[in-house]
């Protein structure tokens, strides 16, 4: 198993810009989410997933949009970069019904 | 609210040192505790976990004791090592819906610095 994927590992945008990050996973996990972690600030949630086609807000979400149309992808897109996105992002997954969350190597987005 | 409150880093200390990382949370119900341990350039990974109250996790001679009384869930080593050297984020896991799934509530982490 590969566990938690994510691309790519280094971002740099230029302000307005959109991009996607991409997240997968092959476990079959049915609940997936999107931190982002900033120094001093943990890692906050921006949005999850309890299953395909279904979504939801975390703390964090706007300027984020998340789709799920496979139990396997779970997308983030950023539709016009912000310098205050600045950050890294890490995508998760979990198993219904178990506690823990499987963590993704993270992306490294700088906004210019 | 719920929500969870670690001590300041960053933490130094010399090899074979005792280490203790406060944590402390605030949550409706009864949460689920975690210590994540982050090593430089990596994601997060699972260190220890803890369901109800008094249960103890452990790994890697790391404990953490989940204490409802104080609202706490300390993490402690009894000797360090320089491969200890990492970042610490306490978290509690709160249910939502009927899916028996958590989202997990960080702290803001801890730096620990371990010198030879």
């Known amino acids: 198993n590969a566990g938690v994927t994510q691309t790519p590992k280094f971002q740099v945008l230029k302000t307005g810009q959109s991009m996607t990050l991409q997240c997968a996973q092959d476990m079959n996990h049915e609940y997936m989410s999107w931190y982002r972690q900033d120094p001093g600030m943990g890692l906050r949630l921006i949005h999850y997933?309890?299953?395909?086609?279904?979504?939801d807000q975390g703390e964090v979400p706007n300027g984020y949009n998340v789709s799920r149309s496979t139990t396997e992808d779970f997308p983030l897109r950023l539709l016009s970069a912000a310098p205050s996105q600045t950050s890294v992002y890490f995508c998760?997954?979990?198993?219904?019904?178990?506690?823990?969350?499987?963590f993704g190597p993270g992306t490294r987005l700088t906004v210019l | 609210g719920n929500s969870v409150t670690q001590m300041e880093g960053p933490v130094t200390l010399s090899e074979e040192a005792f280490l203790t990382i406060n944590c402390t949370y605030t949550?409706?119900?009864?949460?689920?505790l975690f210590w994540y341990v982050q090593y430089p350039g990596e994601g997060l990974q699972l260190l220890l976990k803890?369901?109800?109250?008094?249960d103890k996790g452990s790994n890697k001679g790391f404990e953490a004791t989940y204490r409802k009384e104080t609202t706490s869930f300390h993490l402690e080593k009894g000797s360090v090592q320089v491969s200890d050297s990492a970042v610490y984020f306490c978290?509690?896991?709160?249910?939502?819906?009927?899916?028996?799934?958590?989202?997990?509530?960080f702290g803001q982490g801890t730096t620990l610095q371990v010198k030879p």
């Open positions: 978290a509690l896991s709160v249910l939502f819906g009927s899916s028996n799934t958590g989202k997990l509530i």
């Open positions: 998760a997954s979990q198993r219904t019904g178990f506690n823990e969350q499987f």
């Open positions: 997933s309890v299953g395909a086609g279904i979504t």
């Open positions: 803890a369901t109800k109250a008094d």
């Open positions: 949550a409706t119900g009864y949460p689920s």
